[in-house]
């Protein structure tokens, strides 16, 4: 149930509150014993309630269309024949949930058409045969079909003047708010040309990357919530909000897919938008008949797998705007245009059994273990069940056999079960955390139980493994089983240790060279001059991801600014919520968290903003040059001395060539100076190098 089209009674009319019911009418029910009725209208209610809370707020329709219009016609005509139990606040009064006001709706200027959808070729034929009837040589454009939420923009004098939802094609929902959220949209197009003056019209599809969802749905995890069933329901969520920062904070996208009403060719109108700095849908290509139509369906089965987009199939559509004029339109779709749709793939394999993991906050969350499945490419091994409900909803068992898709193609789910004969008893959440045995604990009005030690083991890892990941800290080589040796022989509890951990310790770990110890060193040491947001992703603040942690340093530029922040100061921001700023606020607040901050300042983790990067790129006193370091420093190691390198704008690299400006050479140097001095490049006494930084602070 996604997308702005009309459903059924959710954009029902208003009615009057019913009639007045007779004595007779009242007794003629109870008489007939339809006491039940009113209980059934009452669970009605309730049920339509609920499915308009998943649906609206929160973008997770448990039920399809199709099921949620038979519960609203059912209470309907239950209402009509009994009008004793009309309720001026039932559901089929209103439209869409009690907090959800509707949105002003706005008419569309040009209607929006949807697609003839086909899953075969045979039926792919057929539609370019019907075209040839029309038009002599049609040229095709063929392109991923994006699977997100329709949305219509009008530009006027190149500024985005409003964006609607398709709603019937002829009317839609206004949400120029949340639209203008998306950052890679053009607010104001940056020409003057002729293009750009009066009004333009273009049509494109609002979704979440597949890296943005995942993101989310960790979130969401580790808030206990129930996550999103998948990037589409959850665009088409979030752009119905009324809270604009909150649909910031989520950070969607858009791709255009057509201008409307211009005499270029389609193809010719989408490069000229892109090169306008437009995000316009990607991987384009021109085909002149069905066979190269085929095989970009063939082509482009495996292919779609590497964008990061959903897609559910392609769209063929004829290039030239005369041609599409000719071959016209049906009732609400063109003649000019069809999409191609590939089948979802699943899976199924059986269920081996049911883990439970403890996250970085606590979190226990169950994960299905499977028997490996190839899907979609890759081999399935895992699922999330993410909480007691969803595994009850399902009824799943071990032993039984499952069917797995791809959430967004990224995330596999269990989205069916097919019972053992003889099944095993039903799975009971555990009520002591399997880590560390504490009693499990659960917040008010949460789903999810959580395991309250600090000083839980597994917790402890999952808190290290986030600090030194990819998108956090980015330390390579401190993968699972180091952590685990480094944990078991007692090396670390918490992010800051991990920096006093030396070469020797290290070796002295199984499985640990010399050299894999000193490349770990090495890496965990280059860690502290990470960018100021990295570190704040590192931190592990409950609800702030990348997207506020980039805000959080563009806004304060240090980690101490941001640690004395107010709840106010924070809530200031743009894209923060109260909600955020609440979490950010508790976290410095909180004594344990304070004190690993204060030890990774003191191991000389210096994380330093963008913004001073740039600038110190640009203006430094070796701006733009290149500089190698060789030998020792005195008084820095040689990360440091790089990092200085960088302060003051050069650029450090490793080995000496013909381009290199500067060579920075200390005790111990060698071959490099040696070859610095034949090709007559500058060089400089590291002490002078070192003194120039102490002056340039
Ligand atoms: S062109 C006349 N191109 O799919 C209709 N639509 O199921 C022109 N969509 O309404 C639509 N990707 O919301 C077009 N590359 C693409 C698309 C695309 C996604 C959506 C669009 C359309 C729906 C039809």
């Not at 024949?81 to 009309?86: C, D, T």
């Not at 395991?451 to 699972?480: Q, T, W, Y």
């Amino acid at each position: 149930m996604v997308g702005s089209e009309t459903v059924g009674g959710k954009d029902g009319e208003k009615k009057k509150a019913g009639p007045a019911v007779s004595r007779k009418q009242k007794r003629e029910a109870e008489r007939s014993g339809e006491a039940r009725i009113e209980e059934r209208i009452a669970f009605l209610r309730r049920e339509i309630e609920r499915h308009n809370r998943l649906y609206y707020q929160d973008a997770r329709p448990e039920i399809t269309d199709a099921e949620y219009d038979a519960l609203f016609r059912e209470l309907e005509e239950l209402e009509k024949r009994y009008p004793l139990f009309a309720d001026p606040s039932s559901p089929t009064t209103r439209v869409g949930a009690d907090s959800v006001p509707a949105r002003r709706t706005v008419k569309h200027r040009y209607p929006l058409l949807s697609l003839d959808n086909t899953y075969s070729l045979g039926e792919l034929r057929e539609f370019d045969r019907r075209v040839r009837e029309v038009v002599r040589k049609p040229v095709y454009s063929v392109e991923p079909k994006v699977d997100g939420v329709a949305v219509a923009l009008v530009y006027n004098e190149g500024k985005l003047l409003q964006a609607a939802t398709r709603g019937d094609g002829i009317t839609g929902e206004d949400v120029t708010e949340n639209v203008r959220t998306i950052r890679t949209l053009p607010r104001k197009i940056a020409s003057r040309a002729a293009w750009v003056r009066g009004e333009l019209h273009l049509r494109g599809e609002v979704y979440f990357s597949r890296r943005r969802f995942a993101v989310l749905v960790r979130e969401m995890e580790e808030r206990g919530e129930v996550p999103f069933a998948n990037p589409r329901n959850s665009a088409a969520g979030t752009l119905k909000l009324l809270d604009s920062a909150e649909v910031a904070r989520r950070g969607l996208e858009i791709f255009i897919h057509s201008v409307v009403g211009t005499r270029e060719s389609h193809f010719n109108s989408l490069d000229r938008l892109e090169k306008a700095g437009f995000p316009v849908v990607p991987d384009r290509t021109l085909c002149r008949d069905f066979e190269e139509i085929e095989r970009e369906v063939e082509e482009r089965r495996a292919r779609r797998r590497t964008y990061d987009f959903d897609t559910d199939g392609l769209v063929v559509k004829v290039d030239d705007p005369e041609a599409q004029r000719e071959l016209g339109e049906k009732s609400r779709s063109p003649r000019w245009a069809i999409a191609f749709k590939y089948e979802p793939e699943t899976a199924e394999t059986k269920l081996l059994d049911i883990e439970c993991q403890v996250g970085r906050t606590g979190v226990i969350t169950p994960v299905a273990r499977l028997e490996p499945v190839l899907l979609s490419g890759t081999t399935v091994s895992s699922a999330s069940l993410h909480n007691e409900e969803e595994i009850r909803r399902l009824d799943i068992r071990i032993g039984d056999r499952v069917r797995v898709q791809k959430a967004g193609d990224i995330i596999p789910q269990v989205v069916g079960v097919i019972p053992a004969e003889t099944r095993s008893e039903s799975f009971r959440m555990p009520t002591r955390c399997p880590a560390c045995d504490t009693k499990l604990v659960r917040e008010e009005g949460m789903v999810k139980w959580k395991c309250p030690n600090p000083e839980c083991v597994a917790k402890i890892r999952a808190r290290i493994l986030h600090f030194a990941s990819r998108s956090a800290m980015d330390i390579s080589g401190l993968g699972d089983k180091t952590l685990e040796s480094l944990l078991a022989a007692r090396l670390v509890r918490d992010p800051a240790d991990l920096y006093s951990l030396t070469v020797e310790e290290l070796a002295r770990l199984p499985r640990m060279g010399e050299k894999s110890a000193a490349n770990l060193v090495r890496s965990i040491q280059e860690s502290r001059f990470r960018p100021l947001h990295r570190l704040i992703v590192a931190l592990g603040i409950p609800n702030v991801g990348e997207k506020t942690a980039r805000d959080l340093e563009e806004t304060f530029g240090s980690l101490d600014a941001l640690r004395n922040a107010t709840r106010e100061d924070l809530a200031s921001i743009g894209d923060i919520g109260e909600i955020v700023a609440g979490s950010i606020r508790d976290f410095f607040d909180d004594p344990a968290e304070a004190e690993v901050i204060r030890r990774l300042g003191e191991a000389g983790v210096r994380a330093v903003t963008e913004k001073a990067r740039r600038r110190s790129l640009s203006d430094g006193p070796w701006a733009g040059k290149k500089v190698v370091v060789t030998g020792v420093v005195p008084g820095m190691t040689r990360e440091e001395a790089e990092e200085a390198v960088r302060r003051l704008g050069g650029r450090a690299q490793s080995s000496v060539s013909g381009r290199t400006d500067l060579v920075i050479f200390g005790e111990g140097a060698g071959l490099k100076l040696e070859k610095a001095r034949k090709l007559g490049i500058e060089t400089m006494p590291a002490e002078e190098f070192a003194t120039m930084v102490r002056k340039s602070g």
